[in-house]
Each structure stands twice: as structure tokens, then as C-alpha cells.
């Protein structure tokens, strides 16, 4: 059997670097995870979202 949590890429939507990974419950959350996170590239704060 699976596990409800996969792993999920973390991109900065405004320089396009993948930053970041994370866990995301599959049965609890249906759409994409958006998250503030630092982006090291951009030097500052950016929205940041899940890809495929």
C-alpha cells in the first residue's frame, strides 16, 4: 500500500528556479500548493508553486 503524501517541487514564479521541496496529502488537498517562500535567486520573498 501507498502512502496519502507524495513529494511535491516548490517553483518561484518569478525566476522559474526549483527551490524547494515538500510533502503534500493527496486525499486532503485536491488543487496545487502556493506558498510565500524565500527565493535565493530573486534575494527576496516570491510566491512559489507546486509543479508536476
Known sequence: MGSARNK????????LSRNYTTNR???TSSERLELLKYCKKCDKHT???ETK
Not at 511535491?8 to 525566476?15: G, H, L, N, P
Open 47 to 49: 510566491l512559489h508553486k
Open 8 to 15: 511535491v517541487i516548490m517553483t518561484c514564479s518569478e525566476c
Open 25 to 27: 496529502n493527496r486525499k
